[in-house]
Antibody, heavy 118, light 107 residues
């Protein structure tokens, strides 16, 4: 059974750095073709793709956010970490992590709501 | 940077209706496009991958077609559980992108 779970702060202040962790089970990020991505969704709005890390440590970032994002993996702990710097109220959203196998997001976490407010 | 458009942004339909949603990419993406369904408060669910392949366990009333820049998603006979928001998602090299979504609600 494949599971993913997002964890991190529910509230951050403007200008702070957000660190989110995706802990997964049921697959390995050492297997060719596997990847884990982060997607967010502001309340009532559309999905927005943020970043992706592949089994071979290749990484991809949203062009509009790449200067603020860093994605890393710890394969020994089955974790993927996303950091986003200089948080702003417009970054308030539910943040999802999802397994990307052959570039399809077939398994998702439940998401974690992050609110940016002073 | 590949741009995606999705239309319509919303539609109203009745049970039994045929529903069609389109996505257009700003450049040729071959068949690198997936479709998802999302219900309120839930994570998205993969329905169609690589433009036309039905994900395992997904009812056959859902289908996808297209290649290059123009893609179509169809529900052949809308069921009560299909009222939701649908997103296309492209992938290209090291980047993904989601379309703006289409909300299907009750007529």
């Amino acid at each position: 059974q494949i599971t993913l779970k997002e964890s991190g702060p529910t509230l951050v202040k403007p200008t702070q750095t957000l660190t989110l962790t995706c802990t997964f089970s049921g697959f390995s990020l050492t297997t060719p073709g596997e990847a884990v991505g982060w997607i967010r969704q502001p309340p009532g709005k559309a999905l927005e793709w943020l970043a992706l890390i592949f089994w071979d440590d290749d990484k991809g970032y949203s062009p509009s956010l790449k200067n603020r994002l860093t994605i890393t993996k710890d394969t020994s702990k089955n974790r993927v970490v996303l950091t986003m710097t200089n948080m702003d109220p417009v970054d308030t959203a539910t943040y999802f992590c999802a397994r990307s196998l052959q570039r399809t997001y077939g398994n998702w976490g439940r998401g974690t709501l992050v609110t940016v407010s002073s | 940077d590949i741009q995606m458009t999705q239309s319509p942004s919303s539609l109203s339909a009745s049970v039994g209706d045929r529903v069609t949603i389109t996505c257009q990419a700003s450049q040729d993406i071959n068949n690198c496009l997936n479709w998802y369904q999302q219900k309120p408060g839930r994570a998205p669910k993969l329905l169609i991958y690589d433009a036309s392949n039905l994900e395992s366990g997904v009812p056959s009333r859902f289908s996808g077609s297209g290649s290059g820049t123009d893609f179509t998603f169809t529900i052949s006979s809308l069921q009560p559980e299909d009222f939701a928001t649908y997103y296309c998602q492209l992938y290209d090299d090291l980047r993904d992108a989601f379309g703006p979504g289409t909300t299907v609600d009750v007529k």
